[in-house]
């Protein structure tokens, strides 16, 4: 497909070009679209680059050809709203080319909106809070995680935190996918409240980190991996091994560095669906009384979790 207005200069401060940005979703197209397939989209697009007028689309645009699957999706409450599927490499490069920077997906499937099979704990911490402070949470997540029998995998966002997700069997509802990740937000946020939160509101939080638990529910959605952010330095959301978090930066992979890292490794997230897990029988072992992780700070002064 030929790129319109490929000069088009999408981020300033790094001088890259709407050229630079679809040959990026063409080149990770492999591996990123795994992610996207059958899931609703929510497109955030900026066809004059980062700092000109964006916003978050939902539902497709009248000029969108035919080509592109359009999903009905039931809306809770009544009715239904139509939504973008990104099936294959054509789409991706269209969405591409009409300034989409930013793909967001739904933790479930337009063949089953209410059951998904993806849970994500957001870290998100206030400005200023050193990397050094995120990785232990996240670890910390893990171990919550493992503890009610769910795997965790990683990712950095691209933006300030990380992403803790755990693939699910997609057969229990929302609602009960939304009282587990809270109650594994709420548990992690205990060990440690000087410095973690669940609170909802921005005033209540103070420095601490917060523990979105909120991308859960119904028609939410989390950054896809492998997807630009909109801001100056041009990241990539980027799946992690577990090894790799003691060095990983939230913002740590450019445009250009997710291109060399693909060259040379497969996909982290690749085999998730052989890892899915029972939100139901999570949140049984949860409900049990298994005592809390403590949040420790041993010399040196590096935080860990240990039980």
């Known amino acids: 497909m030929k790129i319109s207005h490929a000069d088009k200069v999408f981020y300033p401060a790094d ?61 809770r409450g009544g009715g239904s709203d139509d939504y973008v599927v990104c099936e294959d490499a054509d789409t991706l490069d269209y969405l591409a080319g009409q300034g989409t920077l930013e793909f967001h997906v739904w933790l479930s499937t337009v063949d089953a909106p209410e059951r998904p099979d993806r849970l994500v704990l957001d870290l998100d911490p206030p400005d200023g809070t050193p990397v050094a402070e995120l990785r232990p949470v996240a670890r910390g997540i893990r171990a919550e995680y493992e503890r009610a029998g769910l795997t965790a995998f990683v990712q950095a966002t691209g933006g300030r935190g990380f992403h803790v997700l755990a693939p699910l069997d997609a057969k229990s509802d929302v609602d009960v996918v939304l009282e587990l990740s809270r109650a594994l937000a709420d548990r992690v946020a205990a060990a440690d409240p000087d410095r973690l939160t669940t609170a909802q ?21 989390f950054v896809a991996p492998y997807s630009l952010r909109a801001r100056p330095g041009a990241a990539a959301a980027t799946p992690l091994d577990w090894r790799e978090l003691g060095k990983a930066d939230p913002d740590g ?30 949140l049984r072992r949860l409900t049990c009384g298994a005592p809390l992780w403590r949040w420790v700070r041993p010399p040196p002064r590096t935080p860990h979790w240990v039980r």
């Open 15 to 75: 001088g890259l070009t709407k050229g630079d940005v679809v040959e990026y979703y063409r080149a990770v197209a492999d591996v990123m679209l795994p992610h996207l397939r059958g899931r609703p989209l929510t497109l955030r697009r900026f066809p004059d680059g980062i700092e000109g007028q964006g916003w978050f689309q939902k539902h497709p645009g009248e000029h969108f050809p035919d080509s592109i699957r359009v999903a009905s999706v039931p809306r």
């Open 201 to 221: 509101r921005k005033d209540k939080r103070g420095d601490r980190i917060f523990l979105d638990a909120n991308r859960n529910g119904y028609a939410q959605t």
């Open 253 to 282: 992979w450019s445009l250009a560095k997710e291109k060399q890292r693909l060259a040379r490794k497969d996909d982290p997230w690749r085999d998730l669906a052989e890892h899915a897990g029972s939100a139901e029988a999570a």
